[in-house]
């Protein structure tokens, strides 16, 4: 969501402060502002919009400093201006910036207001620079009053302070949102996450919840949620700055999207042989609790929730074991029924994402056997939090659309599928078969990839509707479902996605020749039914994309319309190949209606609140 930097060092960091606000755009904001520490008083700019227009701010009037904070807004409490921008201050002498939502912000504003502080806007991380303002009042330093502040704030915080009082010196907490340390040469840092940090230092310390960071320009200093001294590990990262620049594409997404293939291939190495799926890959010891599992939980939002539905049908098909996916949102707020022998299993690209993780904390309350996270950071607190891990080694994936974020985890959770079968009787070379289709994953989507042609053709013909249908039949449904989230996302065009065989009980009602409806038909038993449901299309004068497997290309008739054919390998592959095609559909599409596919409007990468 919002988006920290924060630096003190012995130079003028106001360009690292901008570098690194444009380095966490992909997170999707609204405004965008700094503060900087000067002789006596801290300078502030502040811009609705974008980065850019910040900048032309500062190009106007300039602000130059050694110490400060800045922040990229996503709307929660308030509406996107100014006023409502980061950083927010107390006087001239105290600013702050925020990630998060701060749930008892009502009670702290009333009572700020009845001693005296005057609010300026309609957020509620005003609320803390005051609370943080008072307490220095009193006489505490800008450490200690961040200590005691942050133990009267309910909810989820990541912050940042500066004050003019105290020179050279930036204060952090974090209470359920990320916030790393980055520790240069003879300069500090703070920030979101590290790829704004890339450019000056590959060393970080991943803070943990509760504690709070002094750091200066010759060191830090750290306490933990009781206010104790705390260590936290130096961490060197071998990610480099270019992995999060665009390249030769014009936009990020594209460059994921072809980014795939190499991407799958990382998610399979050292983690499979030709015949078997090694041993341990999801820890020391996970086979034997594995061995027990006799029943599979998958919480997750939105992409990641696709992936779990997909997971959902192979587990059930292949390991003969019953398996439900849930919106983690609502996961957390029922009181869900654990049999005995349970697998909690939590996705999140992010490893960040709220509902998620207080679904895992909930999970481990619960009486599961052992909880499991799929995910794409490896420091994340959702990695942290659950006892067994699998990397899915995506990469940074910079455009909020997500795409190879969503075919690793597919793949990572098709491990989990072949281990479970494994361990519950599956054929043993049915198994080898499916390890095999795996190894030839990384090709298949290459050969995907070369349809980009045709879907950049085939865009123009439906760039002005206003609705579109997407169906889909077994574990290909969540597809389809992924394919329309795709589509609405980035190109702003209402899109649904169906079970094909829930067509007759309602959608039919929508089908005229202004409705595009795209079908998702692969190689398997369900082929026929499909059919008859796309039958149920024409015949009303819909206006018909079928993407189907080239061995089955023969069942359609030219009635059917445009039918694209692929090779989409065997039962377990095709639902990551069909991805391909929905992913590049989405991308022409909104390409064409000038929409900004990097940062769809109101959507946010990482979504670190409720």
């Known amino acids: 969501m919002c988006g920290i930097v924060a630096a003190t060092a012995g130079r003028n960091i106001r360009d690292i402060l901008i570098a690194g606000l444009h380095a966490l755009e992909y997170r999707g904001y609204d405004s965008a502002g700094i503060a900087l520490q000067q002789d006596g008083y801290l300078a502030r700019q502040r811009s609705a919009g974008k980065v850019k227009d910040l900048e032309a701010l500062l190009d ?151 504690d709070v960071v002094a750091l200066q320009a010759d060191g830090y ?197 072949l281990e479970l079968a494994k361990l519950n009787g599956v054929d043993a070379d049915v198994y080898a078969g499916y390890v095999a289709d795996l190894n030839r994953l990384p090709v298949l989507l290459n050969q995907a990839l070369s349809l980009d042609t045709e879907f950049a053709a085939l865009s123009a013909a439906f760039v002005d509707r206003n609705h579109a249908l997407f169906l889909g039949r077994g574990s290909h449904y969540p597809i389809a479902m992924e394919g329309a989230l795709k589509l609405k996302e980035i190109s702003y065009i209402h899109a649904e996605a169906y079970a094909a065989g829930e067509l007759k009980h309602g959608p039919l009602a929508l089908i005229d020749a202004e409705m595009p409806v795209f079908a998702v038909a692969p190689n398997n038993k369900l082929l026929e039914k499909l059919i008859s449901n796309i039958e149920e299309v024409s015949a009303r004068g819909g206006e018909l994309y079928v993407i189907a497997d080239s061995r089955v290309v023969s069942s359609f008739h030219q009635r059917h319309g445009h039918v694209i054919g692929l090779d989409t390998g065997g039962p377990l592959l095709s639902p990551v190949v069909m991805t391909i095609p929905l992913q590049l559909l989405a991308y022409h599409v909104a390409l064409q209606r000038g929409t900004d596919v990097d940062q769809p409007r109101n959507l946010a990468k990482s979504v670190t609140v409720e």
């Not at 998958?298 to 074991?321: D, K, M, N, P, R």
Request: charged content about 15%.
């Open 221 to 417: 200093e750290i306490t933990d949620q009781n206010n104790q001294p705390a260590t936290r590990p130096v961490k060197e990262v071998a990610t480099k700055a270019d992995a999060v620049q665009r390249g030769n594409y014009p936009h990020y997404m594209l460059k994921e999207i072809f980014e795939q293939p190499q991407a799958v291939a990382e998610t399979l190495q050292g983690r499979v042989s030709a015949t078997a799926v090694l041993p341990n890959i999801f820890g020391v010891g996970a086979m034997d609790t594995l061995q027990k599992i006799r029943q599979v939980h998958l919480v997750a939002c939105g992409t990641s929730y696709h992936a779990g539905l997909v997971a959902g049908y192979q587990i059930e098909q292949l390991a003969g074991i019953p398996c439900h996916a849930e919106i983690a949102s609502e996961y957390r707020y029922r009181h869900p029924v654990v049999p005995e022998n349970t697998l909690f299993v939590a996705i999140s690209q992010s490893g960040e994402t709220a509902d998620t993780l207080a679904a895992l904390k909930h999970a481990k309350q619960a009486g599961y056997t052992t909880t499991l996270a799929i995910c794409n950071v490896a420091e994340s607190s959702i990695v942290r939090e659950a006892e067994l891990r699998l990397m899915t080694r995506a990469g940074p994936e910079i455009g909020v659309a997500s795409t190879k974020a969503f075919t690793t985890q597919l793949v990572a959770l098709q491990l989990l599928v």
């Open 60 to 210: 106007a009037r300039p602000i130059d400093g050694h110490c400060g904070i800045s922040h990229t807004r996503w709307a929660t409490h308030g509406v996107p201006n100014t006023e409502n921008a980061h950083p927010h201050t107390s006087g001239d002498q105290l600013a702050l910036v925020h990630n998060g939502i701060i749930e008892n912000h009502q009670q702290l504003r009333d009572e700020l207001q009845q001693s005296g502080r005057i609010f300026t806007s309609d957020t509620d991380t005003e609320v803390m620079v005051h609370l943080i303002a008072q307490l220095m009042d009193s006489g505490l330093g800008l450490f200690s009053a961040v200590q005691k502040a942050v133990g009267r704030l309910r909810g989820a915080f990541a912050i940042a302070v500066v004050s003019a009082t105290e020179p050279g010196l930036v204060v952090g907490a974090r209470q359920g949102s990320p916030l790393v340390l980055g520790v240069g040469n003879g300069e500090h840092f703070l920030a979101s996450d590290i790829y704004p940090l890339l450019g000056e230092t590959n060393r970080f310390v991943y803070l943990q919840e509760g």
